[in-house]
């Protein structure tokens, strides 16, 4: 169904996956020191000028200020251990480059990175050929690895993300982005426009129809409230 | 679990959504990814400069058109409606600093669109507006002016900034941008602030707002919170150290028809006990108390977010009754903050 349709569905990053992160390992502290991103050298009214210049010298500063904005946005909507991720993040930092001029300091650098980002996300969803599964980091077999700890309260709230998964599934593609991106991932309607391509109104239609289409769903799914009326995990 | 499915479900989606691991971490093919980035802004450079070349005769004809129809204009004795700006002064500053375009700019005169404001620590600016509001920038503070029109936008990047608003017109609108956080005010004073964030408090934001008068709208993470007076968000936190700044008064030209405090002060708690109410999931009990709200203040500040609510409840809970709120909400502010949403459910599925 998604394969055919104009909206992909959004994918999300599971807190699960990579499954080994959740698990508790005793090893010298140097080992798991990752190295940073240095500081950024310019601020962002700087970098912002040097890049309109064409200054190619601000290339590293932009890396090191922009790329985790842009790796968090493709993070949550595609997942951390999709094969595109490292690509649509820097599809997306050139992106940025490229549409510079469309920033007018309306908004937050931030949120502006992170909606060119997301953005890309949806352009790149749509154009794959095959389809995937949807959610496939919250629907996978995460539990065959979970720990003890996991089997009580957390697999209770896997399983309901699960069925949720199936009945965003369910709803069209384009009132699920609408609500993930608005209403999961906080994006305000004016970004959720411009990341499906939409106006502003149509979005808010969207996102108000997805959310009753959602709850109606949620309401007529028995082991869902069931499941729910155990309290949040 | 609060009753509705939906709530709970998003929040466990919102859990999994910012859960996305270390992003921070230095990336492996770090050179190359810059250097594709240094290939990216050179070409960008190489295309505007071609473009510069075919535009420059657009440029030009351009020009003649607009000196021929300002020439017309004035031949006319019209009067524009182009937007004028209410650029700021720098009222009171010492250690001010300004920028424009990553250069720095002398601090007399007007302040230009765009310009940013640093404060050095232990010092503090001012900033008046011909319309009366008055902004002070705390020491430490940087702040970008975006936009000084009808729309004053104001991004803030690290310190904190006081408010004193002035009525502001159905038009105009008063907004400052934090990293998260985004806060619209109509006519009030505020405080916002920047702070080493707190992970157990407000979901780890660095943005801390105190209301000294009226009511602000807080837009964080997709949800939208009105903060009456008196009042702070995030909640849980505690308040900032600076206190509020003595901002002298200054004769302003703006009119003063502010409804008296004490009037106020009802108005909120009737529109934060309607909020509650919908929070509460008492669809009915909001609209009762928003209606009572518009029906005794009809033309108060707080009538057209009255509306905006009602319009929402309604949308929930009687569909006949939410096209008919969304129709008069369109009807008396046609250009209102929620004018899409209002079309929206007018329009209806």
């Known amino acids: 169904m998604f394969s055919r349709s104009r909206h992909p569905t959004p994918q999300m990053a599971s807190r699960s996956a990579p499954a080994g992160r959740q698990r508790l390992w005793v090893v010298p502290h140097d080992a798991t020191a990752q190295p940073r991103l240095p500081a950024p050298t310019l601020d962002d009214s700087e970098l912002l000028a040097s890049i309109r210049r064409g200054d190619p010298d601000a290339a590293t500063a932009l ?20 094969r595109d991720r490292e690509d649509l993040v820097q599809q997306a930092m050139i992106e940025v480059v490229t549409t510079v001029d469309r920033f007018r300091g309306e908004c937050p650098l931030d949120a502006w990175a992170s909606s060119v980002a997301a953005h890309v996300v949806y352009k790149h969803i749509r154009r794959r050929v095959t389809e995937r599964k949807i959610f496939e980091h919250l629907g996978g077999a995460d539990d065959a690895l979970a720990t003890p700890a996991d089997s009580g309260a957390r697999a209770a709230a896997r399983s309901a993300l699960r069925r949720v998964v199936t009945h965003l599934e369910a709803i069209d593609p384009a009132k699920a982005w ?34 009753r289409e959602l709850r109606d769903r949620l309401l007529a799914d028995p082991e869902l409230s069931t499941r729910m009326k155990g309290g949040p995990s | 679990m609060n009753g509705d499915p939906l709530d709970d479900i998003t929040l466990l989606l919102r859990q999994e959504a910012s859960d996305v691991g270390d992003v921070e971490a230095m990336p492996e093919r770090r050179d190359e990814a810059i250097a594709k980035l240094a290939g990216a802004i050179s070409a960008r450079a190489r295309a505007r400069r071609r473009g510069r070349v075919l535009g420059a005769l657009a440029v030009a004809a351009a020009a003649i058109a607009v000196i021929g129809g300002a020439a017309y204009g004035l031949r006319r004795g019209g009067r524009g409606e182009t937007q004028t700006a209410d650029l700021a002064r720098v009222g009171d500053g010492q250690g001010v600093t300004l920028f424009q375009g990553g250069a720095p700019i002398p601090p007399d005169g007007r302040v230009p669109e765009g310009a940013e404001l640093r404060t050095a620590e232990g010092s503090e600016a001012r900033l008046d507006f011909d319309s009366g509001t008055s902004v002070t920038v705390g020491g430490g503070a940087r702040v970008r002016l975006v936009e000084q029109r009808k729309a004053k936008r104001f991004a803030l990047e690290s310190g904190s900034v006081f408010a004193k608003v002035a009525k502001l017109g159905p038009e105009e609108r008063f907004l400052v941008a934090t990293a998260d956080a985004e806060i619209e005010v109509r006519g009030t004073a505020f405080r916002v602030s920047l702070v080493p964030p707190d992970p157990a408090c407000g979901g780890g934001t660095p943005t801390r707002l105190e209301v000294s008068e009226g009511v602000v709208v807080v837009r964080h993470a997709g949800a939208e919170v009105r903060v009456p007076a008196g009042d702070a968000w995030p909640r849980c936190a505690a308040p900032v150290a600076a206190t509020p700044p003595k901002v002298e008064p200054r004769p302003t030209h703006a009119p003063s028809h502010a409804a008296p405090a004490s009037n106020l002060a009802e108005q909120n708690d009737l529109f934060d006990a309607a909020l509650r109410d919908k929070r509460e999931g008492r669809g009915r009990a909001a609209v009762a108390k928003l209606d009572a709200l518009l029906t005794k203040h009809p033309h108060g500040p707080l009538a057209e977010s009255a509306s905006i609510e009602r319009m929402r409840v309604l949308a929930t809970t009687d569909r006949a009754r939410a096209v008919s709120a969304a129709r008069e909400y369109l009807r008396r502010w046609p250009k209102g903050s929620a004018r899409d949403e209002a079309r929206a459910i007018a329009d209806g599925p």
């Open chain 1, 63 to 82: 890396h090191d200020r922009l790329r985790p904005v842009a790796e968090r946005s493709v993070r949550r909507l595609l997942g951390a251990s999709d």
């Open chain 1, 178 to 211: 609408a609500y993930v991106l608005h209403d999961v991932c906080g994006y305000d309607l004016r970004e959720v426009a411009q990341i499906t391509e939409s106006t502003v109104a149509a979005a808010q239609s969207r996102l108000v129809r997805g959310r």
